[in-house]
């Protein structure tokens, strides 16, 4: 089985729009980032809009997803801080539908709307999103994330990654949905296997067992591209979930992030976690932390576990 450096992740700027790095906002949150948490690398997500799941055409170049500028100026403030970075190319609906809705029918019926179609938009954003890998040095390419809709398309799925691979020379991965280790039946095309680990806490060990058997099936190397919990009364129980829970609860976050690290060390074959997430200009004030039971960590005890968990990596 092939193996990696470990990378120890926080996603940084979704869904930031066009220009955000002409301020200065993201720049100290991307120092407090590094010097609070530990984590030795970043995933920054380049966003593109489609107006709903069953949409052919996606906005790739307009105002609410980041240029090519401000990836270039991410990439070289972490490379300054000694941060790797994973280029993310993502897509999400205007209409609030999450994308692993995005479907449409396997046999083509006339005036409907076609996989092809949709497949030559996505592929589009994904190479400029490759090309923004070539030229920034990234240390990894993810083609997509959460797209449970689409998985089943493997002959679409191989032409795209070859595609990128005469764009971007280094390795690919793919972000898929939690559950959906097992089920992906194109990881040879590939070098890392990704997905999202929002595992409820009395589950974490019985689904690392599964993921780790379909790891070394596939013989790659595997790291959990999203991960987190949000800070709120019972969220533990259902981590992937922004709305579910009570009032704010820092225990609940931290105990999930206590458990689930405590796999992670027991499971070697995990290469790398992708905390979710982290904001580039709206980051919440270490001061308002206890009344915000969001993702992020900044300013909660499960920073603290964290940055423990990032020091007992080197």
């Not at 450096?5 to 926080?10: E, G, H, P, S, V």
């Not at 995005?102 to 179609?117: G, K, L, N, S, T």
């Not at 890998?133 to 997509?144: K, Q």
């Not at 591209?225 to 019972?234: D, I, Q, T, V």
Request: with cysteine; hydrophobic share 40%.
């Amino acid at each position: 089985m092939q193996t990696m450096d470990f990378l120890n992740a926080y996603t940084f700027g979704f869904c930031e729009k066009r220009g955000f790095t002409g301020g200065r906002a993201w720049k100290e949150s991307l120092r407090l980032l590094a010097g609070t948490t530990g984590c030795n690398a970043i995933i920054l997500p380049v966003c593109a809009w489609q107006d709903h799941a069953f949409s052919t055409v996606m906005d790739s170049d307009g105002p609410g997803v980041m240029s090519a500028e401000d990836v270039r100026n991410v990439c070289s403030f972490a490379r300054s801080l000694g941060l790797k970075v994973i280029l993310k190319a993502m897509v999400n609906c205007r209409d609030g539908y999450w994308r692993a809705y995005i479907r449409f029918f396997d046999e083509p019926v006339p005036v409907e709307p076609q996989w092809a179609d949709w497949f030559a938009s996505w592929t589009e954003h994904v190479c400029a999103v490759a090309r923004m890998a070539e030229e920034n040095r990234a240390d990894l390419l993810c083609v997509g994330c959460e797209m449970v809709g689409t998985d089943h398309r493997e002959e679409e799925w191989r032409a795209l990654i070859a595609r990128v691979r005469e764009i971007w020379h280094g390795p690919v991965t793919y972000n898929c949905d939690k559950y959906q280790e097992d089920r992906i039946r194109w990881w040879d095309a590939v070098d890392v296997i990704s997905s999202s680990g929002y595992y409820p806490i009395g589950e974490i060990e019985e689904n690392f067992r599964r993921i780790e058997a379909a790891a070394h099936r596939a013989g790659k190397p595997f790291m959990f591209m999203e991960c987190g919990c949000p800070s709120r009364e019972h969220a533990e129980d259902r981590p992937n979930d922004i709305r579910f829970g009570g009032a704010v609860r820092m225990e609940s976050q931290a105990a999930w992030y206590e458990a689930f690290l405590e796999n992670v060390r027991r499971f070697p074959f995990i290469r790398g976690v992708g905390w979710w997430d982290w904001s580039a200009t709206r980051l919440c004030p270490e001061y308002a932390a206890a009344d915000d039971g969001g993702y992020c960590t900044f300013g909660k005890p499960a920073n603290g576990i964290l940055r423990a968990f990032s020091d007992s990596l080197r």
